[in-house]
């Protein structure tokens, strides 16, 4: 079992994630729908009960109560990889008003005394809104063997698959050397995975120089970490190589779905996350029936479809009514498509009503939709007021 007393764990859920408007529009990033029937945060939570972590302090701001009614009981799927406890750490209230978080590192140091009350000799960080599959336990036995400050975990990736994060530089000793932006393009450099395990003593040191300092930052790979390696502590870099993938865009969560899907179609080792069998998904290669066809597509028992459905996700709660097509699409949750429809190359967020005969198509400027992120259209619930789709979500 995880000793917290050496390594606490904290899990940063607090975040809006603004390049996925609208979709997180009124829930936080980390509870963003992903592979029919999983939200982002699954992977984190996975990992960390795989891990034998017994005890997480989960930081909330932006859509708090919804993650909280999502890990509060911790989901049934869970149950069989063990017992953890979730401590939830949304902002206090201060003199009678909320002391909001105004980025990470802020976050955790209005956090030290939750963090000191443990006692711990490491403070492994994880934010919640990466797809990846991971055992901590290693990167926290790296950073135990290394005698550094700071572990961050690190993976190859091309310019695209993290186009906001900064990139790590690495000598031949495995030791961060700086971290920054660099061209855009597709060259593969280092990315900091939001996976990091910290000497709790060093860090707390330097996040009470940046509480008190006008003039810094709130941001732990923006503002904490280079500043750490500006005063010569020691920053040890963990070199994964799986999957991995940064969700920061629209485009960017389509794409993983269709990669989860081309690894189901035993396209590549490494083309999708491996999230492990999931009792309420089933991948359906082809199915033929009096009212429906199905191929390729990962479909969520509680969805009805009547339509015709073609490499795409669909999630738990979606209609798909008759005579209604949707290809290289992604269904969420309690979405309803009317008799006739088209979806292609588009996402529908969670309770969006498409109207009978509508067009949604990320290569077509006149279908109906609410933007188009690099040819994939996004379609959210209020743009369907008064539209009438037949049928109820089964």
Not at 68 to 97: C, F, H, K, W
Not at 183 to 206: E, S
Not at 273 to 287: A, D, L, Q, S
């Amino acid at each position: 079992m995880w000793n917290e007393m050496e390594c606490l764990t904290l899990v940063l859920a607090a975040g809006r994630g603004k390049g996925l408007s609208p979709i997180t529009q009124d829930r936080a990033k980390a509870l963003v729908s992903f592979g029919g029937a999983y939200r982002l945060l699954d992977f984190v939570l996975g990992n960390s009960l795989r891990s034998g972590i017994g005890r997480i302090g989960m930081l909330t701001q932006y859509g708090q109560s919804g993650v909280a009614g999502y890990v509060d009981p911790m989901p049934a799927r869970y149950t069989t990889l063990g017992e953890t406890q979730i401590d939830l750490l949304p902002p206090r209230i201060v003199s009678g008003a909320k002391a909001y978080y105004t980025g990470d590192a802020d976050a955790i140091w209005k956090n030290a005394d939750y963090i000191q009350k443990h006692t711990p000799r490491y403070l492994l960080i994880l934010t919640g809104e990466h797809i990846y599959t991971m055992e901590y336990g290693k990167v926290v036995q790296a950073h135990r063997d290394s005698g550094a400050a700071a572990t961050i975990a690190v993976t190859p990736a091309p310019y695209r698959r993290s186009p906001y994060g900064a990139a790590v530089r690495v000598d031949g000793d495995g030791r961060v050397i700086g971290l920054g932006s660099e061209p855009q393009g597709n060259a593969v450099r280092l990315v900091p995975m939001g996976v990091a395990v910290f000497t709790w003593a060093a860090l707390r040191r330097h996040l009470l120089w940046d509480s008190t300092d006008s003039h810094s930052g709130t941001d732990m790979e923006m503002d904490v970490l280079p500043d750490m390696l500006g005063m010569g502590e020691d920053v040890a870099a963990y070199l994964y190589d799986g999957y991995w993938r940064e969700i920061s865009s629209v485009h960017g969560l389509w794409e993983a779905n269709m990669e989860l899907l081309s690894a189901l179609q035993g396209a590549g080792a490494l083309g999708a996350p491996c999230i492990g069998k999931h009792e309420n998904t089933v991948f359906v290669r082809h199915y033929l029936s009096d009212n429906s066809q199905i191929r390729n597509a990962l479909v969520a028992k509680g969805s009805k479809i009547n339509g015709t459905i073609s490499n795409s996700v669909v999630s738990a709660g979606a209609y798909i009514a008759k005579d209604a097509h949707i290809a290289r699409s992604v269904v969420m949750p309690g979405a309803r498509v009317g008799k006739g429809a088209l979806i292609r190359n588009a996402i529908l967020n969670e309770g969006a009503v498409v109207e009978d005969g509508a067009v949604i198509d990320g290569a077509s400027l006149d279908s109906v939709h609410t933007a188009i992120s690099r040819g994939v259209a996004i379609y959210a619930p209020d743009m369907a007021a008064g539209a009438s789709v037949p049928g109820k979500a089964g």
